[in-house]
């Protein structure tokens, strides 16, 4: 189901655990199946259970509270703007409406080349920097304007 790498790197995460309470390591494990996947089907979750010993609606309890996860099929960039109450007031909404027109897209929805996705997040801890966009999941972008996202996205797209 994974790849030997990838079960490598969970094991990794594993052993920062004792013996007994590898099911520690299921948020990483998620990360690491999505990774590779993409997204986290019904079937990776089921994987990741068994693999350290947890029952799957242990995993899919995690998988579902936070956002961080792919429970569909994204596109190549899932983009995430935080809309929370300080990045609305600072920006966020406008680059959110900015994204939307741009992309053709609506929250939780693909563009029609699959390389967008664009989600709505909660907050990431950098109300300073609003407006604040999260490129899957790992690469931050602070201080949004239209001419930063229009770069952004000519980057991505290449």
């Known amino acids: 189901m994974l790849s030997a790498e990838s079960l490598k790197k969970i094991d990794k995460e594993i052993a920062k655990y004792p013996a007994d309470q590898k099911q520690s390591a299921v948020m990483s494990a998620l990360a690491i199946a999505q990774d590779e996947k993409g997204w986290l089907s019904s079937e990776t979750m089921d994987f990741v259970a068994n693999y350290l010993g947890m029952q799957p609606i242990a995993v899919y309890e995690v998988a579902t509270f936070y956002n961080m996860y792919n429970l569909k099929p994204v596109g190549n960039y899932k983009i995430t703007v935080c809309t929370n109450l300080p990045c609305a007031l600072s920006g966020g ?6 994204l939307k027109q ?12 699959g390389k967008f996705t664009l989600k709505e997040g909660e907050c990431m801890g950098a109300c300073g ?9 790992k690469r931050m972008c602070s ?16």
Not at 93 to 98: F, M
């Open 93 to 98: 909404n406008d680059a959110v409406n900015y």
């Open 102 to 113: 741009k992309l053709g897209i609506d929250f939780n929805e693909t563009s029609a080349d």
């Open 129 to 137: 920097d609003a407006p604040v966009l999260l490129v899957n999941n």
């Open 143 to 158: 201080f949004m304007s239209n001419e930063q996202i229009d770069r952004l996205l000519e980057e991505l797209k290449k």
